[in-house]
């Protein structure tokens, strides 16, 4: 199993926006993700404002590298980022695998 979490900052005071969009990139992965994995969304309660996480697990690396890489040739991924790229801070997304021990 490996999970990686995608992190981002919120730069928009519109939260009813901002939530919409979580919710709508969300289960756009969650739709797409490799059988046996899974996608939640997170926000930070106790420390820094408007920093969302995305939880994306996968039975394997190969899976998960195989899910990421189809996504960008969708029309409605591509889509769904640009309708959200004015609520987040623009450099400030990354990402990080973890693999179960």
């Known amino acids: 199993m490996v999970r990686m979490i995608r992190k981002a900052q919120v730069d928009s005071s519109d939260g009813v926006r901002v939530r919409a969009w979580i919710a709508s990139y969300t289960a756009h992965l969650a739709e797409r993700v490799p059988d046996g994995g899974a996608v939640t969304s997170w926000m930070e309660a106790y420390g820094a404002y ?7 697990d996968a039975p394997d690396l190969g899976s998960l590298d195989a899910y990421l890489d189809s996504l960008p040739s969708e029309e409605s991924y591509r889509e769904l ?9 623009s450099g400030q997304t990354s990402d990080l695998l973890l693999k179960s021990v």
């Open 50 to 56: 408007g920093v969302v996480y995305w939880m994306i």
């Open 81 to 89: 980022l640009m309708g959200g790229s004015d609520l987040f801070v």
